[in-house]
Each structure stands twice: as structure tokens, then as C-alpha cells.
């Protein structure tokens, strides 16, 4: 009996070791982890993926999704005017979109990709997966298929290490895009995941005027030097009509 007992009780702290790694986050560079420091998250049961997809109705998973996801990596997100930022947190759930007449910004937790975190996603996404594991949200799977939706190619992980979400010390860009690739192939993340995100960046990318306006600002006024230039150019014009 205290056997039994003994092996129950590494068995849950097995899995609250695994729930405080997932929930921590901290494959997060340094400077963020001194600023931040965040308590694992209590977990509610879920069902899987699969699960709520049968139980789903079409008309309930339309309303889930929201619009059609029609932005396929960063490289276009920018083109729509959509700048990255890194969250300042370490939760993998804290994507967030803040969308502006003229500045919109995509807000991502920061992360090191490394030899390891190939493995890592790779175990914990099993992990999450396993027929019989009702306590997790799918938070790592959710969000490895969020960053497959980002990058595309080698282009897309330069513009995500300028913006100071993700520190490559793994190699070139093309293996980190390479990576994501081949761990988010096939994935079915939890449909709730960044929800409201993905809906807010569609109806964002789907609007004409603002990101016509967001691509004018950010390829004629986003460097000081021109903005300076464009004043200059209004001043002196200013004063040529008054003299006149």
C-alpha cells in the first residue's frame, strides 16, 4: 500500500514538474527571466484537440475561427504594417495584438532556439498528446503552431531576431525556419489558442486603408532621417509662401 502510495505521488510530481516547465517558459533569454517572475498557471481538465472537434458543431467552429487565417509568415505581416515586439513575459500564452490607424504590433514572448529546443518541443508536444492526458490546454503545441504560421523561411526568422523575439544559437536562420517547420508539420493545436489574435491580425491584414497607411509610414517616415527631411521640406516650403 504505501508502495502504491509512494508511486502515485512521484507520478503527480512528475507531472507538476513538467506543467511549471510549460507554464515558465524558460527557454526565455536572461534579461527576461530576472525581470519576470511568474507562478505556474493552475490548469484546468481540457479535451483534446480531436475530441472537441467531433463534439464542435460546423456553425460553433466557424464562429471558433473566426476569419480565414489568409497571412502566411512575418515577411507579410510586416508588408501589412504589423511590427514585432517581444511580450516582456514568459508565458507562452501572452501573444498579444495591439492594432493602430498607423502603428500595430505583433507582441511575442522572447525565446532562445538553440540544439535543444528542437528535443524539448518535440517531447513536451508528445507529452501533451498522449491519449490519456486530460491536464494539459495544449499550451506548447498551440504555440509551436502559432510560430509555424509566422515562418516560412529564413527571411521571416531574421525579422523575428531583429525584433528581439527570438535568439538564434542555433545556427543560420534557414535551420532555425527549417526547425519550426518540421516540428509544426501536422500539428493540431487546441482551436481556442490565440483566438482572438489570429481574428484581430485577419480583420488588420484584410483592411485596405490601414495598411496602405502603415506601409506609407513605415517605408517613408519610419527612419528619423527622412522624417526630419520631410519637416524641412514642409518648413521651407512654408516660408518661400509667406516671403511670396
Not at 542555433?170 to 490565440?194: H, K, M, Q, R, W
Request: proline share 6%.
Amino acid at each position: 500500500m504505501n508502495d502504491d502510495n509512494n508511486d502515485k505521488n512521484s507520478n503527480n510530481k512528475y507531472e507538476e514538474s513538467i506543467m511549471e516547465f510549460i507554464h515558465m517558459n524558460v527557454m526565455a533569454p536572461p534579461k527576461y527571466m530576472s525581470k519576470i517572475n511568474q507562478p505556474p498557471k493552475t490548469t484546468q481538465p481540457q479535451m483534446p484537440p480531436a475530441a472537441k472537434e467531433k463534439k464542435t458543431g460546423r456553425r460553433e467552429k466557424e464562429k471558433m475561427l473566426g476569419h480565414k487565417i489568409s497571412y502566411r509568415n512575418v515577411q507579410e505581416l510586416k508588408a501589412a504594417g504589423i511590427q514585432l515586439k517581444p511580450s516582456g513575459t514568459l508565458s507562452l500564452k501572452e501573444i498579444k495584438f495591439n492594432s493602430r490607424c498607423i502603428a500595430s504590433y505583433l507582441k511575442l514572448p522572447p525565446l532562445i532556439v538553440d540544439d535543444s529546443t528542437g528535443p524539448l518541443f518535440f517531447n513536451l508536444i508528445a507529452y501533451e498528446m498522449c491519449p490519456d492526458n486530460f491536464l494539459t490546454d495544449y499550451g506548447v503545441t498551440s504555440y509551436v503552431s502559432f510560430l509555424y504560421s509566422l515562418i516560412d523561411d529564413a527571411g521571416d526568422v531574421k525579422d523575428l531576431r531583429y525584433a528581439n523575439v527570438l535568439e538564434n544559437s542555433l545556427g543560420s536562420d534557414a535551420e532555425v525556419a527549417e526547425l519550426f517547420n518540421e516540428i509544426g508539420t501536422d500539428l493540431v493545436p487546441n482551436p481556442e489558442a490565440y483566438m482572438e489574435v489570429k481574428d484581430r491580425i485577419q480583420k488588420h491584414y484584410e483592411n485596405k486603408c490601414t495598411t496602405w497607411m502603415a506601409q506609407v509610414y513605415y517605408d517613408h517616415f519610419s527612419n528619423p532621417w527622412t522624417t526630419m527631411a520631410f519637416n524641412a521640406a514642409l518648413v521651407a516650403l512654408a516660408l518661400s509662401g509667406v516671403q511670396t
